[in-house]
């Protein structure tokens, strides 16, 4: 209903116009929807909708906003006639009706208590509600009733209850022809990930790979036929306290969408942003799952990798017997057009897949990946090896006042059909030297150590090494 201003208020304001009658706006009045999710639970929505709005002071309902919107965010503008629409107070009505709370809203007042018997005769009550704590209690024909059966029937819905989450403006219109007004705002609990897949070929020597975009819609409300536009980055934000109006759980669906790569992508002030070049409807609480990319005869290349003890360098003699380390199975691919691709990748979980001798796909690991730009290396953790074995034991162990002497020896026996490189990735700390060496040795950085070494079909090397180390706090 139509809240009365009363005339010194709009006085107050020096205001002329005569105050308007309040109007409600749905969807239904929507002309477009333009969607940019963030991969950090938020979005930005823009909403254009083309209105009647009376000329002067009055009120205007917004529904079918999304029941997570922030909204201290919101920007409403004429895009027709900019300057004639002014806003001179907002409202964010989020009480949204439950049988609980219309009841709740009729303690004290009259009501109706309708009963069907098996033969569908109706039989109607009056009841006052005295109560709805853990239950409603109704006086009926002068006595207390804990409870009735029935259906409770009310005379009407109470003004502070809605339907639906709305924003209700007080505004000043300076214009009576129709006009696009766009609102834009942010809203929380939509984001999207990306979700790469990686079929691997029979050689461990290419790959093909897809890209998806999954998005996770549960922000209150459907948006049909967006734009849709994706921001990948890290975009800072200010914690607010109590900054979601987020309602509900959410049953997710999935949608999957064309196979064909439909993205744009572009950068934009320091993130890249990719825009679907279709329209598409977002519905709430869906998980929707796009293509991004597509990309065959990916060059990738194969190592195993053993990685040393953090700090052992450091600590009292360790000696005794040998210990197993495990045996890393990474990939690797250059992110380049000459290696067929070169998009910018956003961060993810890339999936490994190869075809068994059955010619039947299986799944091989998983790995996250970080925003990766274009001529970049991608680096993914496929699991250990099964077939080859690392043993790391102590051979000596000195210490004089705060310099320290170790020697170690590593052990890596191959069981595979042939001959592999095994790539062995020391921590060091503090100052350093390596002293002795079986295998030549690369110093990758001022803390780490590396050997590569071949390791033939059914054999065993050994590599030993003693590092001396000081003023290693």
């Known amino acids: 209903m139509l809240k009365i201003i009363a005339s010194c208020f709009v006085s107050a304001l020096v205001f002329n ?30 909403d254009i909708r083309r209105l009647q709005i009376p000329q002067g002071v009055g009120e205007l309902k917004f529904m079918d906003v999304a029941s997570s919107i922030l909204p201290y965010t919101v920007q409403i503008q004429s895009l027709d006639s900019p300057g004639s629409l002014n806003i001179l107070e907002q409202n964010y009505e989020y009480d949204l009706m439950d049988p609980a709370k219309l009841l709740d809203k009729y303690i004290g007042k009259s009501l109706k208590i309708m009963t069907v018997s098996q033969d569908n005769k109706k039989d109607i009550l009056d009841a006052t509600l005295l109560s709805n704590n853990n239950g409603p209690i109704y006086k009926i024909n002068n006595e207390i009733y804990l409870g009735y059966p029935g259906y409770q029937v009310l005379p009407q819905i109470p003004e502070n209850l809605i339907a639906k989450p709305t924003l209700t403006w007080m505004y000043d219109n300076k214009t009576s022809i129709p006009q696009s007004v766009q609102v834009a705002y942010l809203t929380n609990n939509i984001t999207w990930r990306a979700d790469y897949i990686l079929v691997v070929n029979n050689q461990d020597t290419s790959a093909g790979i897809d ?79 796009v293509n991004l990319l597509q990309a065959d005869g990916v060059a990738i290349q194969k190592e195993y990798l053993v990685h040393g003890q953090q700090n052992y360098f450091y600590s009292n003699s360790s000696g005794g017997e040998p210990t197993k380390a495990p045996v890393d199975v990474c990939l ?112 990758v950085n001022a803390t780490t150590l590396r050997f590569d070494v071949n390791v033939p079909k059914d054999q065993e090397v050994k590599v030993t090494f003693r590092v001396r180390v000081w003023n290693h706090r």
């Open 211 to 289: 890209g998806w975009v999954t998005l996770d819609n549960k922000s209150g409300a459907t948006y049909k036929n967006a734009k849709l536009k994706l921001v990948a980055g890290q975009v800072n934000r200010v914690q607010e306290a109590n900054d979601s109006f987020a309602q509900g759980g959410a049953v997710r669906m999935l949608a999957m969408e064309a196979s064909r790569p439909q993205f744009q992508e572009q950068s934009f002030f320091e993130y890249h942003i990719y825009d679907l070049q279709r329209p598409t409807t977002i519905k709430d609480n869906q998980t929707k799952q």
């Open 332 to 443: 690797k691919f250059k992110n380049s057009k000459d290696n067929h691709m070169g998009m910018p990748l956003p961060s993810g979980t890339l999936r490994l897949y190869k075809k068994d001798a059955q010619n039947s796909l299986e799944f091989i690991g998983e790995d996250n990946i970080e925003h990766t730009p274009k001529d970049e290396d991608v680096e993914i953790k496929a699991g250990e090896a099964f077939d080859v074995v690392a043993e790391r034991q102590q051979m000596d162990f000195k210490q004089y006042s705060q310099t320290f002497e170790t020697a170690w020896e590593v052990t890596i026996r191959n069981h595979k059909e042939g001959e592999i490189k095994v790539g062995l990735i020391e921590p060091m700390y503090g100052d350093w030297e390596v002293l002795e060496s079986s295998t030549p040795y690369k110093k």
């Open 17 to 46: 116009a005569s105050v308007s009658a309040a109007m409600t706006s749905s969807v239904d009045d929507q002309q477009a929807v333009e969607v940019t999710v963030y991969n950090s639970n938020i979005g930005l929505v823009k």
